[in-house]
């Protein structure tokens, strides 16, 4: 195997390229400012420097409230470049292993979307992650398009994710706002890292469900992690259409792993399993 991973200084990419050289996998990761997905010249040149069998893409224009606002510069990276890649891909024989994401859906399910549903976006960051999907079910000859949900883990510009954000503002202020009814199964970056490594080792294709078991909603998640930090809060329970006004959030994106447990590799861990780790390797806990 010989891998790229796009995106690598995020927080995919980063538990990506930690996986990789533990497990002493050939890779070589590009991101910002280096490498610009959109740029087709750059795009070529990385490829042929590095000759990858896999390319993995975890770079995206990810911050879902800037997609409102910045929705063509989101469009491009999301969608409309990945043409370009796809047809790479296509003539250099190259397996593009995608991510995607939940926001595909509109959350108007109450039972696990499967791999196979309709997807319907109802915010401009998901329509343009429906688009690259598109692209590449439409042309890509191989391909697996991994969908996951609410990621937390490291990267590399040691920003702070969702977790660190709540433990923060719980420290800080004794008390926090969190989303009552928006259903997800927020997802560590390294099992979703090992749960990919599975997934091209075995030349699984086509669209993938992978997140964590179970399912919770925000105060569930926020509580929890208060639990295990032995922190003192006070939860005030707000609704999703009053936390992030300017934007419309699917209320239900939780996914079935059915391809994952059909073909025998399913690794994702129980949510609340995958948060005890984190909070542990972030040593938050001891
Ligand atoms: N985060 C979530 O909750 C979530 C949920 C479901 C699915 N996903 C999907 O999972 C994948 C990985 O997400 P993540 O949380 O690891 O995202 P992330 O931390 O935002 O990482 C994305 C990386 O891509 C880079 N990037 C942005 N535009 C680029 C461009 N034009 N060319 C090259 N690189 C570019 C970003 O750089 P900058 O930081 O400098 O912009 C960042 O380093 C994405 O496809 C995302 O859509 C994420």
New binding site residues.
Partial sequence: MNILV??????????LSKLFLKENIKFKG????E?????KNVLTSTSEKIKPDIII???????VYRAETEFDKAM???GI?LKYLVYLCNIKDIFLC??????VFDGYKTKPYLEEDTTNPINC?GLT?DVGEKIIQNYCQHYAI????????D???R?E??VDKIITSARSNKSISLVEDEFTSP?Y?ND?AYQIYLIIKNDLQGIIHSTSEGKCNWVEFGKYIFQLLKLNVEIENVKSRNFSKSLKKPLYSVLENTRLKTSKINFMPHWKQSIKKYLIDKKYIF
Avoid: M
């Fill in positions: 796009l995106g690598s200084k995020g927080q995919l990419g980063t538990a590009f991101d910002l400012p490498f610009n997905i959109i740029d893409n975890a770079c995206a224009f990810t911050d491009e990276i999301n470049s995608h991510i995607s994401t939940d926001y960051y992650k991994v969908r996951t949900a609410a990621l937390y883990g990267n590399k510009n920003t994710n969702i997802t970056t979703l």
